[in-house]
């Protein structure tokens, strides 16, 4: 069965400071992985995906995720956070096989102190 | 350029009533889920759909039924509803496998439910 962790719960940063995001996953074939982002009382939006080639992908805001399958991980980054990137990160893994049911972690609550 | 739209945006009922949560997509799209957002629990499946007239159970699907009559909407029911199913409800919708499994889902706004 497939899983996703995300070993922060909040996460507490300066405007200006770089970002990195945990997320960790399980899967036993090709990965597919998003991340995505919650502002208040929104709904989830895409911030980049990867599915093969390149292992550091680029997303919309400024920011960038890379693969390590040796490591099982797809960490997300922003080289300087700013003040709106305040929000829920939901790391997810997708199915390459018979499921269509993604599979989100718990999600990580970005603070920014201005 | 609607997406993924959701009504009622919030609402209150009281124990024991019931209600129909709507969603609608305007992107053809053939997979629609229903989710539940608590605190601290992230996101759970309560129903999914991979087609007109096909539901499927989640991983939480009790005191919740679900109807796909048409391929843009995708219901969400509360036959009696109790305080345990406050929460905040997302749809999600996502093109169906043969554009790629790499298909991220597009979210609607949320349905804010309160049972008294």
């Known amino acids: 069965a497939q899983s996703v962790t995300q070993p922060d719960i909040h996460i507490t940063v300066s405007e200006g400071a770089s970002l990195e995001l945990r997320c960790n996953y399980s899967?036993?074939?090709?990965?597919?992985l998003f991340w995505y982002v919650q502002s208040p009382g929104q709904g989830l939006q895409l911030l980049l995906k990867?599915?093969?080639?390149?292992?550091l992908v680029q997303g919309i805001k400024g920011f960038e995720a890379e693969f390590k399958r040796s490591q099982s991980s797809f960490n997300l980054r922003k080289p300087s956070v700013h003040w709106s990137d305040a929000a829920e990160y939901f790391c997810?893994?997708?199915?390459?096989?018979?499921?269509?049911?993604?599979?989100f972690g718990r999600g990580t609550s970005l603070i920014v102190h201005p | 350029n609607a997406g993924v739209t959701q009504t009622p945006k919030f609402r209150v009922l009281k124990t024991g009533q019931s209600m129909t949560l709507l969603c609608a997509q305007d992107?053809?799209?053939?997979?629609m889920y229903w989710y539940r957002q608590d605190p601290g629990m992230g996101l759970r499946l309560i129903h999914y759909?991979?087609?007109?007239?096909?539901?499927a159970k989640g991983e939480v699907p009790d005191g919740y039924n679900v109807s796909r009559l048409k391929k843009q909407n995708f219901l969400l029911g509360l036959e009696s509803a109790a305080p345990s199913q406050t929460s905040v409800y997302f749809c999600?919708?996502?093109?169906?496998?043969?554009?790629?499994?790499?298909?991220?889902?597009?979210f609607g706004d949320g349905t804010r439910l309160s049972i008294l």
């Open positions: 990867y599915f093969s080639g390149d292992t």
């Open positions: 997810a893994v997708g199915a390459s096989g018979g499921s269509y049911i993604p599979t």
């Open positions: 899967y036993g074939a090709t990965p597919y």
């Open positions: 759909s991979v087609g007109e007239g096909t539901t």
């Open positions: 992107m053809n799209h053939e997979y």
């Open positions: 999600a919708s996502r093109p169906n496998r043969r554009t790629g499994d790499n298909q991220p889902q597009h």
